[in-house]
């Protein structure tokens, strides 16, 4: 989705493009968020090679790494390093002084938290620190029309002097994000002055870096068998994009101790608000039971839209049936057992259809014109309690 005129030019990966709104506008400063170890210097260092293979120079300055580390990562990575000029600096008016000298078409710096400047007052990571140096980089970037992305660190917490007293200075701000112990990676766009906050990139962190992951719903649907208990496939949206994904319960009896519920990948609140739904609207009698929600591949989803898929897998696994065959599921839940639509329905149908899905449950809608063409069966219900009397097959 390209906004505005802006001139762009395109980065290497496609998904990083999107994100940024079409790509890289000259004299823009991003900055790249998330945790430690989650990938951001990986990202930029590929970014910058490729960068370099179209001729451009690029300059690459760490004040995390030596310049021994970051050529060491970039053997794993299979990148020359030509064309790209590494420096290992933390002193931010060094740093600007060389990329005064070099003028490159892009500019790299690792990260923003190392950086300090003599003149200001505290230790680099500080807020004042972070601040002012952003400030200038900011400025040099409009100054001399060349891109700049830096990375800045984010803790679960939300760190201190992190990238959220940032948001405002610079011009784009991208979250890279993962779960632990899973390959995906998504780059989300939270801020953007030059295009839409509404698209992501998804990666994959391989063992020579990162690639581009191009049909995500095949990939985070790989290991999902039609007919499992405890398990529904939903159509979610990252961004303006359509994703199937498949979300797994499992309910175990617990007599003994207060029950415990786990949420992975979803929000902690929102799965004891489904819970206390499925026990007062459907009658199931969970008070006694573990509860564990999964969505696999390490994705998080946090939309509504998911809900009915949440009840409905748990329900599937405390009543030991099935989901109907072929089916995917949509509706947010209301506290009253009510099922509200969702947005873009004929997307999420659309990418239900593209990969063979034969059935949707979802809530029922006024106007169906649009979806009358889509090859796919649409149950409509109006309640949970409904959507699981249909949704679920009786025996086992
Ligand atoms: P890194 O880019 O250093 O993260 P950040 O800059 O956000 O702190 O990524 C570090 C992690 O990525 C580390 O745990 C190792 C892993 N990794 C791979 O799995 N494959 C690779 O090719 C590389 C370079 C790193
Ligand atoms: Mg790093």
Redesign the pocket.
């Known amino acids: 989705m390209e906004k505005g005129d802006f001139p762009r030019f395109h980065l290497g990966f496609a998904e990083v493009n999107r994100v940024l709104g079409g790509g890289l506008v000259p004299g823009s400063l991003v900055l790249v968020g998330?945790?430690?170890?989650?990938?951001?210097?990986?990202?930029?260092?590929q970014l910058s090679a490729m960068m370099a293979e179209k001729n451009k120079v690029v300059a690459y300055i760490s004040g995390?790494?030596s310049i021994n580390q970051v050529k060491l990562?970039s053997e794993?990575?299979g990148i020359g390093g030509k064309g790209i000029y590494f420096l290992s600096e933390s002193d931010l008016a060094a740093v600007l002084e060389c990329l005064e000298g070099l003028s490159p078409a892009l500019a790299i710096i690792?990260?923003i938290q190392t950086m300090c400047l003599e003149d200001v007052a505290g230790m680099p990571g500080s807020i004042s620190q972070v601040r002012e140096c952003t400030w200038r980089l900011e400025r040099w970037a409009k100054q001399n029309d060349v891109p700049l992305l830096i990375?800045g660190?984010v803790t679960k917490e939300g760190a201190i002097a992190g990238p959220g007293t940032l948001e405002h200075i610079v011009d784009v701000v991208l979250y890279?994000e993962g779960e632990p112990f899973s390959?995906y990676r998504v780059l989300r766009s939270v801020k953007n002055r030059f295009g839409s906050t509404n698209e992501v990139g998804i990666f994959e962190?391989?063992?020579?870096?990162?690639t581009e992951v191009d049909n995500p719903s095949q990939v985070f649907l790989s290991a999902y068998k039609d007919g499992t208990i405890g398990s529904v496939v939903v159509p979610t949206l990252e961004g303006s994009r359509p994703l199937l994904v498949e979300i797994q319960a499992l309910t175990t009896p617990n007599n003994f101790a207060p029950p415990r519920r786990i949420a992975n990948g979803i929000d902690f609140n929102r799965l004891l608000l489904i819970i206390a739904v499925l026990t007062k609207r459907a009658g199931l009698r969970l008070f006694n039971q573990d509860i564990i929600v999964n969505v696999t591949g390490g994705l998080r989803v946090n939309e509504p839209a998911v809900d009915l898929g949440i009840a409905s897998a748990i329900a599937s696994s405390f009543h030991d049936s099935k989901p109907t065959s072929s089916l995917v599921v949509l509706g947010e839940l209301g506290l009253n057992g009510e099922l509200r639509g969702v947005p873009q329905l004929e997307r999420r149908i659309a990418e239900a259809v593209r990969l063979g899905f034969k059935s949707c449950l979802m809530p029922r809608i006024k106007s169906k014109a649009s979806l009358d063409s889509a090859n796919i069966q649409l149950i409509e219900v109006s309640s949970v309690a409904e959507a699981l009397r249909l949704g679920l097959s009786k025996g086992k």
């Open positions: 998330g945790e430690p170890g989650i990938g951001k210097s990986t990202l930029l260092l995390e790494e990562r794993r990575l690792d990260s990375t660190h890279f390959s962190m391989c063992d020579n870096g990162l």
